[in-house]
């Protein structure tokens, strides 16, 4: 398994990291257990989840996930050997969001209690903040690495104006710096990330973690239809991609995946692979053939030929 850095970190992951967020919402304990078990197996050593995972379930409360997660470290052993991408400033009820010093310094203990762990790989900015100054909400993060609880920290759904505005800043004051990017990007949503945040990360040594690289399970193929999508979990999510130009993505899909004797998934993650500024895809399993689909990806290298093809048929 060929490791990618993480950003200017020491850190060094492998290409594809787990997304928690499905931990305690589609997938159950035992089941968790089972799918971080094989992703482990397989040389894989990153999962991200979030202190709001799974609050969007009825019943609730958010921190299920980091729950699941800190109860299979425990299990397993196996803390020092996954990188542990966790983030804040999601609103948890009762006015606990954003991204103050209190806010953050009190969530990250929140975190780490439900993580069973001391310390957080990679404390990452759920949503950005205007209402906070930058530097309070960097100045906690420098506090958090000083104690040794935090490694690095990194941005989730930032604009471009604003992640500049923010490394700028870390510079001025000589605080740390987001090391990350997380942001929404797959074959199917381009325009938000391809015209100014891939070229600032470029520019900035980001790493680009970034999540729905499947469209919401829309680029599986699996949606096709909206009969397809009754009963899903993930209905809502992919049903604004049951249109014409969408389709005509997934046929493209299609024909690149019988080329190469794979399925849809699989290759859309090759063609994320593929950009030099992605560093990982978050991808979300529920099962075991699922993940081992998933897996599959990396060893998949595009020709110049089959991007080119996706990229017109996605531009």
């Given at each position: 398994?060929?490791?990618?850095?993480?950003?200017?970190?020491?850190?060094?992951?492998?290409?594809?990291v787990f997304g928690g967020n499905v931990f305690g919402w589609t997938t159950d304990q035992t089941t968790s257990f089972k799918l971080l078990d094989a992703f482990i197996a397989a040389g894989f050593n990153s999962v991200d989840t979030a202190d709001a995972y799974s609050k969007w379930v009825p019943g609730h409360k958010g921190g299920e996930s980091e729950t699941i997660l800190g109860e299979w470290?425990?299990?397993s052993g196996n803390r020092k050997k996954v990188i542990v991408a966790t983030k804040v400033g999601m609103d948890m009820g009762d006015g606990k969001k954003g991204l103050s010093?209190?806010?953050?310094?009190?969530?990250?203990?929140?975190?780490?209690?439900?993580?069973?762990t001391d310390y957080i790989d990679l404390y990452q900015s759920h949503i950005d903040d205007p209402d906070t100054p930058l530097e309070e909400t960097l100045g906690a993060y420098?506090?958090?690495?000083?104690?040794?609880?935090?490694?690095?920290?990194?941005?989730?759904?930032?604009?471009?104006?604003?992640?500049a505005l923010a490394l700028h800043t870390s510079r001025k004051f000589g605080l740390p710096a987001y090391q990350t990017l997380q942001p929404n990007y797959s074959l199917i949503e381009r325009g938000e990330f391809e015209p100014e945040l891939e070229p600032l990360c470029k520019k900035e040594g980001l790493g680009v973690i970034n999540y729905w690289p499947l469209a919401g399970g829309f680029l599986t193929g699996k949606y096709r239809s909206e009969s397809d999508t009754a009963?899903?979990?993930?209905?809502?999510?992919?049903?604004?991609?049951?249109?014409?130009?969408?389709?005509?993505?997934?046929?493209?899909?299609?024909?690149?995946?019988?080329?190469?004797?794979?399925?849809?998934?699989?290759?859309?993650?090759?063609w994320l692979l593929a950009r030099p500024v992605i560093t990982a895809p978050i991808v979300s399993a529920t099962n075991l053939e699922q993940l081992n689909d998933l897996i599959a990806s990396v060893q998949i290298v595009l020709d110049s030929e089959s991007i080119e093809f996706l990229n017109q048929a996605s531009a």
């Open positions: 398994m060929k490791m990618r850095k993480l950003g200017k970190t020491e850190m060094e992951i492998a290409p594809l470290m425990k299990r010093k209190q806010h953050i310094l009190r969530s990250a203990e929140d975190s780490m209690k439900r993580l069973q420098a506090e958090l690495i000083k104690q040794g609880k935090v490694r690095a920290i990194g941005a989730s759904n930032h604009k471009a104006e604003r992640l009963g899903k979990p993930r209905a809502r999510n992919v049903a604004k991609f049951l249109n014409e130009r969408d389709f005509k993505i997934l046929a493209a899909l299609d024909q690149v995946a019988k080329k190469y004797n794979a399925t849809p998934a699989r290759i859309s993650l090759a």
